[in-house]
């Protein structure tokens, strides 16, 4: 898979970007006829994406999006299931990547009083925050700085991010986000459960799943196994396996569709291993669903 991150922050494709430490501000479009799946792509970070032009259809585990200008969602570092235009011209947005490490020192700087742990607020991966005039006043001052000819220096694009989290703490409508940012701040270091759940779908290597963990491959596997009493490849198969009979029993979408979404590296692989763990292949399921739905009608 390719760490979206690291690709802006390394190519010269990206000219309208700025980067200071570990945050990264970046001007991105998306040309309407290059649709493809997001499980391609993933990225160690999370970031803030301000919607500038286009609509863009957004799914994850836990739902769908639509995303039109003027519109601005936190993604959880992770990948997103897929990504699709709504209509036929291209979409661009301002994408701002920033570490957990990053929104814990704006607490401890500014003295912010964590929020209450609330077991029944767990949010998707993908959070919209709510329209409202100084967001979209913040938004458009980042704007200002790509149409300059000299960059903002690295203080000031410190300040600006600072003011993007002090915003939206001081405002109610944004009480999941703030929620995130309280457990982000109250934890050591991320969830190793909770990253896992929202991102076993997506192809990487332990080595990345280890990184986006924010642990070394050694303590990543050790704790991993501490938790889940078996190794990251054992789970990651069977997670994947269990969520690729789940699509395949729910919805009419193609083998190589569910193979892709499900984490499976290729088709014949995927074939091999669903057979192994349930006695047949899976296209024998797709049909049987078909022909289980035609006596039902």
Not at 11 to 25: A, P, Q, Y
Not at 35 to 57: C, K, L, Q, R, T
Not at 203 to 230: G, I, P, Q, V, W
Request: hydrophobic share 40%.
């Amino acid at each position: 898979m390719i760490n979206m991150q690291d690709f802006i922050w390394n190519s010269d494709l990206f000219k309208k970007k700025f980067k200071v430490d570990d945050l990264l501000f970046v001007e991105i479009v998306c040309p309407a006829d290059e649709d493809a799946p997001s499980s391609s792509v993933w990225w160690h970070n999370n970031f803030f994406s301000y919607a500038i032009a286009g609509e863009m259809i957004l799914k994850t585990l836990g739902g769908e999006y639509v995303i039109k200008a003027g519109d601005c969602f936190f993604a959880k570092k992770g990948s997103i299931i897929s990504a699709y235009h709504r209509t036929p011209e291209d979409f661009c947005e301002l994408r701002v990547f920033v570490p957990d490490d990053f929104i814990k020192s704006v607490f401890q700087k500014h003295r912010i009083p964590l929020l209450i742990s609330d077991l029944n607020s767990k949010t998707d991966t993908l959070i919209p925050l709510a329209n409202d005039d100084v967001l979209e006043v913040y938004f458009h001052s980042l704007l200002t700085y790509f149409r300059q000819f000299t960059p903002p220096s690295e203080v000031l694009l410190k300040l600006k991010f600072e003011e993007l989290v002090i915003n939206i703490l001081s405002n109610t409508t944004h009480q999941p986000l703030k929620s995130f940012f309280s457990e982000i701040c109250r934890s050591g270091r991320p969830s190793i459960r909770e990253i896992m759940e929202a991102n076993f779908f997506s192809n990487l290597s332990l080595d990345e799943f280890a990184r986006l963990c924010a642990r070394s491959l050694s303590a990543f596997k050790e704790e991993f196994k501490n938790t889940y009493h078996t190794t990251p490849g054992k789970w990651l198969l069977e997670r994947r396996l269990e969520y690729s009979r789940y699509l395949l029993e729910t919805s009419d979408i193609s083998i190589d569709e569910v193979c892709a979404l499900s984490g499976f590296e290729n088709r014949s692989h995927f074939n091999r291993v669903f057979k192994n763990r349930y006695g047949h292949p899976p296209g024998k399921l797709t049909l049987l669903n078909k022909m289980a739905l035609g006596k039902a009608v």
